[in-house]
């Protein structure tokens, strides 16, 4: 059964990077079958596409966050992470990552790890 | 960029009730359209994919439809267990796009 898991520190500071990393397990990250995402969901509010890595290492970036967000990922570890420069409280949210197949065409995200809270505060 | 567009924001109707959610592009997407549902505190799953095709496991009172820019999920018998945030995606590029959700309540 595939797992997603993220982690990383549940509490930045303003105007430092966030920075997450999604371990799966039960799969592997390498397969060409499949992108990984991140997504987020502030408190109380909808979801919010952060963008998306192939195991090449190709990315894709909500425009909106592009010139803040970098994507990385790590065959060796199964493992592909986050970072989100220049956080301000606007950037509290929790963070999904995801696995987003691709089936020789487009398919949603099918699999999501169980989010981690990021709270941005001083 | 394609905007998706969610209505109601929220609703509340009583169980066995039908219920019809609406989700709008603001381009052509083809069928490349999804719904989640997300219940309070949890994860979001994904309900149906190609504006119309159930996820496995999912009950057969979902339904979804539509192409283009328009699409609808209804519940055609409403439960207990179906109160949760309803999102729709579109997909039909490496870039995505959810809308803002309606939330579903019991009356």
């Known amino acids: 059964q595939l797992q997603l898991q993220e982690s990383g520190p549940g509490l930045v500071k303003p105007s430092e990077t966030l920075s997450l990393t999604c371990t799966v397990s039960?799969?592997?990250?390498?397969?060409?079958?499949?992108?990984w995402g991140w997504i987020r969901q502030p408190p109380g509010k909808g979801l919010e596409w952060i963008g998306s890595?192939?195991?090449?290492?190709?990315?894709y970036y909500n425009p909106s966050l592009k010139s803040r967000v970098t994507m990385s990922v790590d065959t060796s570890k199964n493992q592909f992470s986050l970072k989100l420069t220049s956080v301000t409280a606007a950037d509290t949210a929790v963070y999904y990552c995801?696995?987003?197949?691709?089936?020789?065409?487009?398919?949603?995200?099918?699999?999501w790890g169980q989010g981690t809270l990021v709270t941005v505060s001083s | 960029d394609i905007q998706m567009t969610q209505s109601p924001s929220s609703l509340s109707a009583s169980v066995g009730d039908r219920v019809t959610l609406t989700c709008r592009a603001s381009?052509?997407?083809?069928?490349?359209l999804a719904w989640y549902q997300q219940k309070p505190g949890k994860v979001p799953k994904l309900l149906i994919y190609?504006?119309?095709t159930l996820q496995s496991g999912v009950p057969s009172r979902f339904s979804g439809s539509g192409s283009g820019t328009d699409f609808t999920l209804t519940i055609t018998s409403l439960q207990p267990e179906d109160v949760a945030s309803y999102y729709c995606?579109?997909?039909?590029?490496?870039?995505?796009?959810f809308g803002g959700g309606t939330k579903v309540d019991i009356k």
């Open positions: 381009q052509g997407i083809s069928n490349y």
């Open positions: 890595i192939y195991y090449s290492g190709t990315t």
């Open positions: 995606q579109k997909y039909n590029s490496a870039l995505l796009t």
């Open positions: 190609a504006a119309s």
């Open positions: 039960g799969g592997s990250i390498s397969s060409s079958r499949y992108y």
């Open positions: 995801a696995r987003r197949p691709d089936y020789s065409g487009w398919y949603p995200f099918d699999y």
